[in-house]
């Protein structure tokens, strides 16, 4: 299966390949990518090819799907996938340069601060599929990407296995990458994880600025659960910044800070008790631990129900995700437990509900003034003494 899917397809080229310095790698800027771009960017870099002709399509819009996915749409409720179709169009027809080529990896599993600690890090199944699933809808009439003279490169990837990706994507880009060797990729992808780890720790160390912020001012901040496509504009219909506007720190689950005083401080009375090994195991309350977004969601539900300041969670999902479906209860009810405010936006679609989010807003904000000092107390009383944060 991974040798199937590791194959580069393409049209046959009308002409040789340019060279590294020349090439323009569109990558379309939807699903896992929101959470791996920095490696495509450190990895394409360290292969040569200029930063400034790496092409990421624009984010999720009605008005993008219209004009270059219509008609080439695919069969699937999942509207994170459907509007794929859109992204690739724009690369493909929406460029004044025209592109050479169209990368768009199948991701099986996904690098997280949960590895090691949880039974696997697998992507949706949908996710993972999406890219051969859309790449139909430009081959069904005939081939789009040989007529433009783009070549299709959707390499099969484990990103929470470094030691085989090496060989996966000089398998599936030797015949996009100009005279690409086992080597060199071995080094670009070094350079990837590189990228990554450096990208992920700056922002992680901006939340935890956040969160000392709100311990010294005893301000309250909201934390957000979704997926990491959620915060596509398109995808998400940027509620936390409609929420944000109102004054109150949004911060994500999935760049949460991890350092040891602050996971020691919130996990220390678990630990000590033995239900939990690490502060990042989470078999307390998901055993099924496969699914690398899910146990994050999960991960991040335990550590806002710890964190005083941390007075409302929201929880974002989309339209029939059956990924996300078996952990609303869960996750509202690790929340709730600990007298946190949850709200929730699920079956979001293409279509903002303008309206109604303005109201449910207005609604999660007049609870925030409301009860936010009395829920940063009663949390803090519940926690350890010598809080990190002040």
């Not at 009308?14 to 569109?26: C, H, I, K, Q």
């Not at 994507?169 to 990729?185: F, M, V």
């Not at 710890?306 to 996750?331: F, H, K, N």
């Not at 007298?339 to 303008?354: C, E, H, V």
Request: charged content about 20%.
């Amino acid at each position: 299966m991974p040798r199937w899917f590791g194959r580069t397809r393409s049209g046959a080229p009308p002409s040789p390949p340019p060279s590294r310095a020349e090439l323009r790698v569109g990558i379309p800027r939807v699903l896992n990518l929101w959470s791996t771009h920095q490696f495509w960017v450190g990895f394409f870099g360290a292969l040569g090819v200029d930063g400034r002709r790496l092409v990421f399509s624009s984010d999720t819009s009605e008005e993008q799907g219209r004009q270059f996915g219509k008609g080439r749409g695919t069969v699937d409720c999942c509207y994170p996938v459907k509007c794929i179709a859109g992204h690739y169009g724009e690369l493909v027809f929406g460029q004044r340069e025209k592109l050479d080529v169209l990368f768009s990896p199948m991701i099986y599993n996904l690098p997280s601060f949960l590895s090691g600690h949880v039974a696997r890090t697998l992507t949706c199944p949908r996710v993972m599929a999406a890219p051969e699933n859309v790449k139909a809808g430009f081959m069904k009439e005939r081939d789009v990407f040989a007529e433009q003279g783009i070549r299709y490169a959707a390499p099969f990837v484990s990103l929470d296995e470094p030691a085989l990706v090496p060989k996966q994507l000089w398998e599936g880009l030797r015949e996009a990458i100009p005279g690409l060797t086992a080597t060199e990729t071995a080094g670009a992808v070094a350079a990837g994880y590189r990228a990554l780890a450096e990208f992920g720790a700056r922002l992680r160390g901006k939340s935890r600025e956040v969160l000392e912020w709100c311990a010294r001012e005893n301000r309250a901040c909201l934390m957000v659960l979704a997926r990491p496509y959620h915060m596509d504009p398109g995808i998400g219909h940027e509620i936390e910044v409609d929420l944000q506007a109102y004054g109150y720190p949004v911060l994500w689950a999935q760049y949460f800070p991890v350092d040891s005083d602050l996971m020691q401080w919130a996990f220390g009375a678990d630990l000590r008790a033995g239900h939990i090994k690490s502060p990042f195991d989470i078999r307390d309350v998901w055993p099924s631990s496969y699914s690398s977004n899910t146990n994050e969601i999960l991960w991040g539900a335990k550590v806002a129900a710890r964190i005083p300041w941390i007075a409302c969670v929201v929880r974002l999902a989309s339209y029939e995700c059956g990924m996300d479906q078996p952990t609303y209860t869960p996750v509202q009810q690790i929340v709730e437990r600990s007298g946190t405010l949850f709200f929730s936006f699920q079956d979001l679609d293409s279509t903002k509900p303008a309206g109604s989010v303005k109201i449910r807003v207005e609604t999660i904000t007049h609870y925030l003034a409301r009860y936010a000092g009395e829920i940063i107390e009663k949390k803090m009383a519940a926690m350890d003494p010598g809080c990190p944060l002040r």
